[in-house]
């Protein structure tokens, strides 16, 4: 049987993303178009010694539409953004 095509929505604002408060090297743990619970861990930003320095965590069910495309991230980079699946 074939399997449903996902349909996400969203308005395209990506001001809804969760940013990174400081520099460092970005570790994501899931991937584009995963489907996430609300506080699954999206990933972690590292400092230059490789210590944790912030996670991140989704903020509602949904799916992960936009993760950062460069290992190295500046405070107010969007990191991630879940949006929501039409039923």
């Known amino acids: 049987a074939a399997q449903e095509p996902l349909r996400i929505y969203g308005d395209g604002n990506i001001d809804a993303s969760l940013t ?5 090297f970005l570790e994501p ?5 995963e ?5 699954q861990v999206l990933g ?3 400092d230059l010694g490789g210590n944790a320095i912030e996670w991140y965590a989704a903020p509602r069910d949904g799916v992960v539409v936009l ?3 460069f290992r190295v991230v500046h405070p107010g980079d969007p990191l ?6 039409q039923a």
Request: hydrophobic share 50%.
């Open 20 to 24: 990174a408060s400081v520099r460092g």
């Open 35 to 39: 489907t996430v619970k609300r506080g």
């Open 80 to 85: 991630f953004l879940v949006t929501g699946v």
């Open 29 to 33: 743990s899931v991937t584009l178009l």
């Open 44 to 46: 972690v930003l590292s």
């Open 67 to 69: 993760i950062h495309a």
